[in-house]
């Protein structure tokens, strides 16, 4: 086995990690698992479940879209990075390397608050549930 | 008599429901081509921020269709409600009330849906914006993701906030 298949089978084994931590990632969809009335629903929830639905499929296309293309996004941020230290390596920029450092580092953090991203939704919704309340007081003045 | 009348009825409402809902597809085709060519349009004028255009109108046409889509569930509760008669002030209050309970819970329940979408786009858009040596990209991936929390809670806690100033009152 050459150099050229060990890196390429860095890269897959990489890609096959990322796509297992999405894939445990994914079925934390706050949209739909953290809903607010879901315990004690109130009177009439049951007409407006299609629209919730019909909406809660739609975001979940396009958070997959989102989180998807940020994989791809990650890939050539991370390229680009090495690559801008190797020309700044080349042409003897003192603070090239680090600033290519900087990007990936950047880079790599973005990109697990991307795949986290339901995740942290998930924690926000859940604090945030037991102060939700849909039924309106009518006040005596 | 009367339960034939109420079958022509509903066969009436189902396919007024039908053209509608082939209209609001009609209608969100046109809408969502005529936003994605004037943003192209924007983009080869050199105008800076055409993705945000395009995203803040977008979604109401989405959300649009989603209406459409569950329009007879949501037509159904709004008929139930006007049908349930109406005596006197109170019962008047009672009607408004539950409809404004309807959209209430319409919104509130779909508000964790747009909060994952809006945290997952704003990464995104810090991850191209890294991709491109936008400088201070962290920190205003921080204040852009303050600001959509920040803005889902309020959403969330609204009907209390409200609460209190009435209360307050």
């Given at each position: 086995?050459?150099?050229?298949?060990?890196?390429?089978?860095?890269?897959?084994?990489?890609?096959?990690?990322l796509?297992?931590i999405?894939?445990?990632?994914?079925?934390?969809?706050?949209?739909?698992?953290?809903?607010?009335q879901?315990?004690d629903?109130p009177?009439?929830?049951?007409?407006?479940q299609?629209?919730v639905?019909?909406v809660?499929?739609?975001a979940?296309?396009f958070?997959?879209?989102f989180?998807?293309?940020?994989?791809?996004?990650?890939?050539?941020?991370v390229?680009?990075?090495?690559?801008s230290?190797?020309?700044?390596?080349?042409?003897?920029?003192?603070?090239?390397?680090s600033?290519a450092?900087?990007?990936?580092?950047?880079?790599?953090?973005?990109?697990?608050?991307?795949?986290m991203?339901?995740?942290?939704?998930?924690?926000?919704?859940?604090?945030?549930?037991?102060?939700?309340?849909t039924?309106i007081p009518i006040p005596?003045? | 008599?009367d339960l034939?009348?109420?079958t022509?009825?509903?066969?009436?409402?189902a396919?007024?429901?039908?053209?509608?809902?082939?209209?609001?597809?009609?209608y969100?085709?046109?809408?969502?081509?005529?936003?994605?060519?004037?943003?192209h349009?924007g983009?080869?004028?050199?105008?800076?921020?055409?993705?945000?255009?395009?995203y803040?109108?977008a979604?109401?046409?989405i959300?649009?269709?989603?209406?459409?889509?569950?329009?007879?569930?949501?037509?159904?509760?709004?008929g139930?409600?006007?049908t349930s008669?109406?005596?006197d002030?109170?019962g008047?209050?009672a009607?408004?009330?539950?409809?404004a309970?309807?959209?209430v819970?319409a919104?509130?329940?779909?508000?964790?849906?747009s909060?994952?979408?809006?945290?997952?786009?704003?990464?995104?858009?810090?991850?191209?914006?890294l991709l491109?040596?936008?400088?201070?990209?962290l920190s205003?991936l921080?204040?852009?993701?303050?600001?959509v929390?920040l803005?889902?809670?309020?959403?969330?806690?609204?009907?209390?906030?409200?609460?209190l100033?009435?209360g307050?009152?």
């Amino acid at each position: 086995m050459n150099k050229r298949q060990k890196r390429g089978n860095a890269w897959r084994r990489l890609a096959i990690l990322l796509t297992l931590i999405l894939l445990l990632v994914s079925p934390a969809m706050p949209a739909q698992a953290s809903n607010p009335q879901q315990d004690d629903p109130p009177s009439g929830s049951a007409s407006v479940q299609p629209l919730v639905e019909l909406v809660t499929n739609v975001a979940r296309l396009f958070i997959q879209f989102f989180v998807f293309s940020s994989v791809a996004v990650f890939a050539v941020s991370v390229a680009r990075g090495f690559w801008s230290a190797q020309i700044a390596n080349l042409v003897g920029s003192p603070m090239g390397v680090s600033q290519a450092w900087l990007n990936i580092i950047a880079a790599v953090f973005i990109f697990i608050l991307a795949v986290m991203s339901t995740t942290f939704v998930g924690i926000v919704f859940d604090a945030v549930r037991n102060y939700v309340d849909t039924s309106i007081p009518i006040p005596q003045f | 008599m009367d339960l034939a009348r109420s079958t022509a009825l509903v066969a009436v409402i189902a396919e007024v429901m039908q053209w509608a809902g082939g209209l609001g597809a009609i209608y969100f085709t046109v809408a969502l081509v005529t936003t994605l060519a004037q943003a192209h349009v924007g983009a080869i004028a050199g105008r800076t921020g055409v993705l945000v255009e395009l995203y803040e109108r977008a979604i109401p046409i989405i959300v649009c269709l989603a209406v459409v889509a569950s329009a007879a569930a949501l037509g159904d509760a709004v008929g139930r409600w006007m049908t349930s008669g109406v005596q006197d002030a109170t019962g008047a209050v009672a009607l408004w009330r539950g409809l404004a309970e309807i959209v209430v819970q319409a919104v509130l329940m779909t508000v964790g849906a747009s909060l994952a979408v809006g945290f997952a786009s704003g990464v995104l858009g810090a991850q191209l914006s890294l991709l491109g040596g936008q400088p201070g990209i962290l920190s205003a991936l921080a204040a852009r993701l303050m600001l959509v929390v920040l803005t889902g809670v309020l959403t969330l806690l609204a009907v209390r906030l409200a609460g209190l100033v009435i209360g307050l009152v």
